[in-house]
Structures are given as C-alpha cells and as structure tokens.
C-alpha cells in the first residue's frame, strides 16, 4: 500500500500562487510516477501535471508555463508550484503516485477569488 498526503492548498486571489506538497509513505518502491489531478465542482477529474521517477514530465495545456511539477526523491514527496491562478484554477486537488495500481491521496481544496 501507499499512503499519500497532500497540503498546501487555500484561498488565494487571482493573480496568485500557491504550492502544494505530497508526500508518500508505505511500499513506495517502484513507484515510477506521481503526480495532480483535480476535479472542479460538477466536473470530471482531470490530469493536471505528472512526473517520473527518471523525471520527466507532462503537462495539461491549461497549466503549461503557469504550473511546475517537480519531486524530492529523496523526501519521497511531489510538489506543484501553481502561478498565476485564476478562478478557473478553483477546485480540488488530488495528489495521485503510480506503481503497480493507480494510488490517490484525499485532495486538498484549492480556491482562487476573483
């Protein structure tokens, strides 16, 4: 099993930023990617940003030159640093770690005022 917690989301305004964090614990051997996806109110979750354990990374057009995915191997933990948020931005946050089976954390609500 793998256990993943995230922090780091809130309220911010327009314009801003934020960084969340996720942290793996239990069988974290052989995990060959992490990542985000979010789910906004009456939508479907979709893929934010992903990397790999080589440390490569992928991106959803929405985020790209705004967001930065990046991890810590050695904290076995991913980070997302989110510029230049707008409202669209509003939504929960789920950190998501892949192994032998897609892993989810519990989300962390990230909310951006207009």
């Known amino acids: 099993q793998v256990q993943l917690v995230e922090s780091g989301g809130g309220l911010v305004q327009a314009g801003g930023s934020l960084r969340l964090s996720c942290a793996a614990s239990g069988s974290i051997f052989s995990i060959n990617a992490m990542g985000w996806y979010r789910q906004a109110p009456g939508k479907q979750r979709e893929l934010v940003a992903t990397i790999t354990s080589g440390g490569s990374t992928n991106y959803a057009d929405f985020v790209k030159g705004r967001f930065t995915i990046s991890r810590d191997n050695a904290k076995n933990t991913v980070y997302l640093q989110m510029n230049s948020l707008n409202a669209e931005d509003t939504a929960v946050y789920y950190c998501?770690?892949?192994?032998?089976?897609?892993?989810w954390g519990q989300g962390t609500q990230v909310t951006v005022s207009s």
């Open positions: 998501w770690a892949r192994r032998i089976m897609p892993y």
